[in-house]
């Protein structure tokens, strides 16, 4: 028998849920983003460096913005896919009272490719997303979290507005 990925129309709580983890994430990653800064301007520690050599990009120019179309589809199935994955599947099938402690280990430790510097700075989401599910045990408050904190970004270096 399979078990349950956790996907059912989100209520009232889980919106609730869903938001706040949201507002939460930014905060906190802005947090970290400052406290980076701070330690580079007092005492001359490398501020953090989230992209990867490999992940480097540059704002799209004139045709290059239709990128964009294509980008979406992959956005879709990159968020649903981890999240599926890593909520859907995995916590779900953790169990006890500190699960989702494990599974935010365990989804940080899926990013060590990326580097120290973006686990630093993905702290706040990989601690927070997976509490969130933790209470709400529903699959689309990840999807909405992850996507929100995801999606802006990326179209907002692709366009050029923020580096």
Not at 14 to 23: G, K, N, Q, R
Not at 55 to 78: D, I, S
Not at 129 to 137: E, F, G, M, S
Request: with cysteine; hydrophobic share 55%.
């Amino acid at each position: 028998m399979v078990k349950s990925l956790n996907i059912k129309p989100m209520n009232k709580n889980d919106w609730i849920y869903a938001i706040i983890t949201t507002l939460l994430v930014f905060i906190f990653t802005g947090l970290v983003f400052g406290v980076s800064i701070m330690l580079h301007k007092q005492f001359g520690i490398q501020q953090l460096n989230t992209v990867p050599w490999f992940m480097e990009m540059h704002p799209f120019q004139g045709k290059e913005k239709l990128l964009l179309l294509v980008w979406l589809p992959m956005f879709v199935f990159n968020i649903l896919g981890e999240e599926l994955l890593w909520r859907g599947y995995i916590q779900t099938r953790l169990e006890g009272k500190f699960a989702w402690i494990i599974c935010s280990l365990l989804w940080l430790a899926f990013h060590l490719p990326f580097g120290i510097d973006l686990m630093i700075m993905l702290l706040p989401i990989v601690i927070l997303l997976p509490y969130a599910y933790h209470k709400t045990k529903n699959t689309l408050v990840g999807v909405f979290i992850h996507g929100v904190y995801n999606g802006p970004m990326f179209v907002l270096v692709a366009l050029g507005i923020i580096k």
